[in-house]
């Protein structure tokens, strides 16, 4: 019931590690990148370590049993990946050149917000132009067998830097199988999310609020309305990995939410 999943959303605590490169330019040139793929990549490993989230942690833990919703694989929530800006490209390279982050259910889910997936919006080396449509075209084949969950967030049309058609991940992310363990994504606006999730018995309280937003490339990483969604995101995209659902139904799960936040904003506007 919705009465529940509040409750234990209201519980909710999360662990939160930060990886900041301090502004280093990964977009001028694609050895940054790289080397910020490599640094990534470690410290996901490390965190896997530190916390005994790998499948060997969870076999222990779990007395030997596997879940029967999860196709025979190990339990594993893994580490969800919240990036910003050219640091989901890092987490892509990562995610390329690493697969075991996915094959091992180190990394499930990827939330990006003002990211310029879908190509380089400016004009830089030619060397990260042929890393981005690397990563787009579906980089070097090899393993199949993904399972990863991709939101994409755009801050609309007040972000200064990254268009929001820049956001839209490439299709051939987009599968249609609903029984591939694949990379699954899909991409909203924050301008379509509203302030508050207002009740609806708060008739006077939903006819003040404002109705959608959007922010520039900097406030999306801190603007308690959105943080707030996507908080409750996370924790969706944590339950369900939990449940063994896999990243096209993981995204069902999330656009749920995602939707009714839409619908509500939608309601409020036609209030106003």
Not at 12 to 23: A, K, Q, S
Not at 120 to 146: F, K, L, R, T
Request: with cysteine; net charge negative; charged share 20%.
């Amino acid at each position: 019931s919705s009465s529940s999943f509040q409750h234990h959303l209201n519980g909710f605590v999360m662990d939160v590690f930060t990886l900041d490169f301090d502004e280093q330019g990964a977009a001028l040139h694609p050895s940054i990148l790289l080397r910020q793929a490599e640094f990534f990549a470690r410290s996901v490993e490390t965190i896997v370590e530190g916390c005994h989230l790998s499948s060997a942690d969870n076999e222990v833990r779990d007395n030997g049993k596997i879940d029967g919703n999860d196709n025979g694989k190990q339990r594993n929530q893994g580490i969800t990946i919240v990036a910003h800006s050219i640091g989901a490209w890092v987490v892509r390279i990562a995610l390329e050149l690493h697969p075991h982050l996915e094959n091992q259910g180190y990394v499930r889910n990827v939330i990006t917000l003002a990211s310029p997936l879908g190509a380089v919006p400016y004009a830089v080396d030619g060397g990260v132009h042929d890393v981005v449509q690397y990563i787009n075209s579906g980089g070097g084949g090899g393993d199949d067998d993904h399972d990863v969950t991709m939101i994409s967030i755009s801050g609309g049309l007040r972000d200064e830097l990254i268009p929001p058609e820049m956001c839209q991940v490439s299709p051939t992310d987009s599968p249609t199988n609903e029984d591939a363990d694949t990379f699954f994504s899909n991409t909203f606006l924050a301008s379509s999310i509203p302030k508050t999730r207002a009740s609806s018995s708060n008739t006077a309280t939903m006819s003040n609020l404002g109705g959608n937003f959007g922010m520039d490339h900097r406030a999306i990483v801190w603007c308690y309305d959105l943080l707030r969604v996507v908080r409750e995101v996370i924790f969706t995209l944590i339950v369900a990995t939990d449940h063994g659902l896999n990243s096209i139904e993981r995204m069902r799960v999330a656009q749920e939410i995602l939707y009714v936040e839409m619908e509500i904003g939608l309601k409020l506007d036609q209030k106003q």
